[in-house]
Nanobody
């Protein structure tokens, strides 16, 4: 199984980025896909998740600014991030989890830096 994130980078406050996570080696539509982030000196936190049925949930601070989506035909999950703030700066990682089996997998992460 491999999860590969892309789309990170540096952006000014108020800007936008779109993260992508390409999954391979798993039956993608069985898995809940999530984005987590970890800022320096802080614990990793769940940002957004989308289950196999397309139901989503978001961490409170990103509601209305971030949108998670998935394309099961391409084994892809996305995180559209708008109105970015300096406090969104972190390494963002993709996670695939299949609750019935207890299996989960992580990507390597992509850096997002929001700074003027």
């Amino acid at each position: 199984v491999q999860l590969v994130e892309s789309g990170g980078g540096m952006v000014q406050p108020g800007g936008s980025l779109r993260l992508s996570c390409a999954a391979s080696g798993l039956v993608f539509n069985r898995y809940t896909m999530s984005w987590y982030r970890q800022a320096p000196g802080k614990q990793r936190e769940l940002v957004a998740a989308i289950n196999s049925g397309g139901n989503t949930n978001y961490e409170d601070s990103v509601k209305g600014r971030f949108t998670i989506s998935r394309d099961n035909s391409k084994n892809m999950v996305y995180l559209q991030m708008n109105s970015l703030k300096p406090e969104d700066t972190a390494v963002y990682s993709c996670k695939a989890a299949w609750s019935l089996s207890g299996r989960y997998y992580w990507g390597q992460g992509t850096q997002v830096t929001v700074s003027s």
